[in-house]
C-alpha cells in the first residue's frame, strides 16, 4: 500500500502536467486522488472543476490561467469572454488566498 505521501506527490505532478501541459506525453486532465480532495487542499471552480492547490505558487498560477482560459474560450462574444474571465479568475485567487491565509 503506498504512502499517502507518494500518492499526494503523484497527485501534484498529475494536477500540473493536467493544467499545463508540461510533464510527461500525457496532458489528459487526471483526477485528484480521494486521499488529496480534503477541502483546504483544493479550490472548486462555480463549474465544478477542482484544482489543487500546490506549494508552488507559480504552478498553482499556471492551473488557475490554463482553467480560466476555458472558461475564456467558451464565449464568442470578447465582452463576455474577458468578464467571464477575470471573474473566474478573482474568484478562484481570492479561495486560494483564503485557503493559505488560515
Do not use: W, Y
Not at 479550490?43 to 490554463?66: Q, V, W
Amino acid at each position: 500500500m503506498p504512502h499517502i505521501h507518494e500518492n499526494r506527490e503523484t497527485a501534484i505532478a498529475n494536477s500540473f502536467a493536467a493544467t499545463t501541459g508540461k510533464a510527461g506525453s500525457n496532458s489528459m486532465r487526471k483526477p485528484i486522488p480521494d486521499n488529496v480532495k480534503s477541502a483546504d487542499q483544493v479550490i472548486t471552480c462555480e463549474c465544478g472543476t477542482k484544482i489543487l492547490l500546490l506549494p508552488d505558487l507559480k504552478a498553482t498560477s499556471d492551473a488557475i490561467e490554463n482553467h480560466v482560459a476555458k472558461h475564456q474560450k467558451l464565449e464568442s462574444d470578447l465582452g463576455k469572454a474577458t468578464a467571464e474571465a477575470e471573474g473566474v479568475r478573482d474568484a478562484l485567487i481570492a479561495q486560494a488566498l483564503r485557503k493559505v491565509g488560515g
